[in-house]
């Protein structure tokens, strides 16, 4: 079982940046691959960006491509935390943001997530 906080939303104006955290409880952070989703009004969760769990190869790492370029994805294994960090945000990068878990390979789709954060709004004003 994991359970995952999310916060470092906030408002903001368009070119600006945040970060967010999400902090995992347990003690086997280190084996789970890590996501990021957000969700706008009306519309459905959306895949952001991806981290491999630890491995002797490296992370592996995998973005929207509307995120490409802007956003990087990190995690700190000895603090159980996953980060996004968000630069030039625009408009439509306005959404709850989520943080996801789940013991596999880097993947895009909700349904291949198993334990989910509360989310963290982030508003990007023009």
């Known amino acids: 079982q994991v359970q995952l906080v999310e916060s470092g939303g906030g408002l903001v104006q368009a070119g600006g940046s945040l970060r967010l955290s999400c902090a995992a409880s347990?003690?086997?952070?280190?084996?789970?691959?890590m996501g990021w989703f957000r969700q706008a009004p009306g519309k459905e969760r959306e895949f952001v960006a991806a981290?491999?769990?630890?491995?002797?190869?490296?992370?592996?790492?995998n973005y929207a491509d509307s995120v490409k370029g802007r956003f990087a994805i990190s995690r700190d294994n000895a603090k159980n935390t996953v980060y996004l960090q968000m630069n030039s945000l625009k408009p439509e990068d306005t959404a709850v943001y989520y943080c996801?878990?789940?013991?596999?390979?880097?993947?895009?789709?909700?349904?291949?997530?198993?334990?989910w954060g509360q989310g963290t709004q982030v508003t990007v004003s023009s």
């Open positions: 996801a878990a789940q013991r596999g390979l880097v993947r895009k789709e909700v349904y291949e997530y198993d334990y």
């Open positions: 347990g003690r086997t952070f280190s084996s789970y691959a």
């Open positions: 981290i491999s769990a630890i491995s002797w190869s490296g992370n592996r790492i």
